[in-house]
T-cell receptor, first 115, second 109 residues
Framework: NAGVTQTPKFQVLKTGQSMTLQCAQD?????MSWYRQDPGMGLRLIHY???????DQGEVPNGYNVSRSTTEDFPLRLLSAAPSQTSVYFC??????????????FGPGTRLTVL | AQRVTQPEKLLSVFKGAPVELKCNYS??????LFWYVQYSRQRLQLLLR??SRESIKGFTADLNKGETSFHLKKPFAQEEDSAMYYC???????????FGAGTRLAVHP
């Protein structure tokens, strides 16, 4: 199993540009989440999904959109990038009710810089 | 409000010294707490969770509901323990996590 994969690893955008951060998992996990990691602030939840077709907002959703058309994929879209969105983005997945319980499995991260 | 506080940004110790990374939480109800670790150039991974009451890589953490704390301890630090450590609280349903700001542990030879 590849686990949770994210692409790209690095990205530089100009203010106002749009892009999609890709996340995929091959563990058949129902739950998937996007977090951003900023120095001194830890990880903060952006959006999450509890299954295909079901998404909801986290702590810091403004400026981001998500969709979940399949169990495997959970892309994060930036419609109009702003410098405040410069961060490291992590995707995570989990499957409650299994031996792993509420453990979340993280992807390697995408480092995004908005100029 | 639900919150996780890690008061130390950096903890610097020598190899063989005891380590305690502090974590305090604010939560109304019965909390479920975790420690995640991020080694250099690696992804975030679960170190331990309080409901398992386990010891991983020599680390232990005890939930103290009276002090609302979940401090991570290790009696003898090793250089390979150098990493970023995050305390996290399960918030409501759907496996949403609230993270602390993180503590960077640096173990010197």
């Amino acid at each position: 199993n590849a686990g949770v994969t994210q692409t790209p690893k690095f990205q530089v955008l100009k203010t106002g540009q749009s892009m999609t951060l890709q996340c995929a998992q091959d563990m058949n996990h129902e739950y998937m989440s996007w977090y951003r990691q900023d120095p001194g602030m830890g990880l903060r939840l952006i959006h999450y999904s509890v299954g295909a077709g079901i998404t909801d907002q986290g702590e810091v959703p403004n400026g981001y959109n998500v969709s979940r058309s399949t169990t495997e994929d959970f892309p994060l879209r930036l419609l109009s990038a702003a410098p405040s969105q410069t961060s490291v983005y992590f995707c995570a997945s989990s499957r409650p009710g299994t031996s792993a319980g509420n453990e979340q499995f993280f992807g390697p991260g995408t480092r995004l810089t908005v100029l | 409000a639900q919150r996780v506080t890690q008061p130390e940004k950096l903890l610097s110790v020598f190899k063989g010294a005891p380590v305690e990374l502090k974590c305090n939480y604010s939560y109304s109800g019965s909390p479920e707490l975790f420690w995640y670790v991020q080694y250099s150039r690696q992804r975030l991974q679960l170190l331990l969770r309080h409901i398992s009451r386990e010891s991983i890589k020599g680390f232990t953490a005890d939930l103290n509901k009276g002090e609302t704390s979940f401090h991570l301890k290790k009696p003898f630090a090793q250089e390979e323990d150098s990493a970023m450590y995050y305390c996290a609280l399960l918030s409501g349903g759907y496996n949403k996590l609230i993270f602390g700001a993180g503590t960077r542990l640096a173990v010197h030879p």
